[in-house]
């Protein structure tokens, strides 16, 4: 390295390293003082649970509903046919549920299927599934 260089760099590498706050100087808050903040944020509103796929606090305007009162409610929708299983991503109950097949019904089935069949099942699920 030239003398000019090591002249203009070895000073201001010195002023930089000088100037860097030092990780040491600031000490890391205790788990106390963690779970105070973490519960004053989620009393002001500030903390955020979406971040974590969970939808945030609920907050109540007016009364709250007994239980009594809800499966009350629960029920006349139900009733009335305004409750609906969809909303939940669930299929809803079926009307005239038969009973099902047996698992031995089911197995006879597989064994007793055309080479068509077969053949089809193999092109859409491939051949491992073919046992």
Do not use: C, W
């Not at 390293?17 to 030092?22: G, I, N, Q």
């Not at 944020?41 to 945030?56: E, I, Q, T, V």
């Amino acid at each position: 390295m030239s003398k000019i260089r090591a002249i203009v760099l070895l000073p201001a590498l010195a002023a930089a390293l000088l100037a860097a706050p030092s990780f040491a100087d600031t000490a890391a808050p205790t788990r106390a003082e963690v779970l105070q903040a973490l519960e004053r944020a989620k009393a002001d509103g500030s903390y955020n649970y979406r971040f974590l796929g969970y939808p945030g606090p609920i907050r109540r305007a007016g009364p709250e509903k007994t239980r009594a009162q809800v499966l009350e409610e629960l029920e006349r929708a139900k009733a009335d046919g305004s409750y609906d299983y969809r909303f939940l991503g669930y299929p809803g109950p079926s009307r005239n549920a038969a009973p099902g097949k047996t698992r031995a019904q089911v197995l006879d089935e597989l064994r007793n299927i055309s080479p068509e069949e077969r053949a089809r099942m193999i092109s859409l699920y491939g051949p491992l599934h073919d046992r």
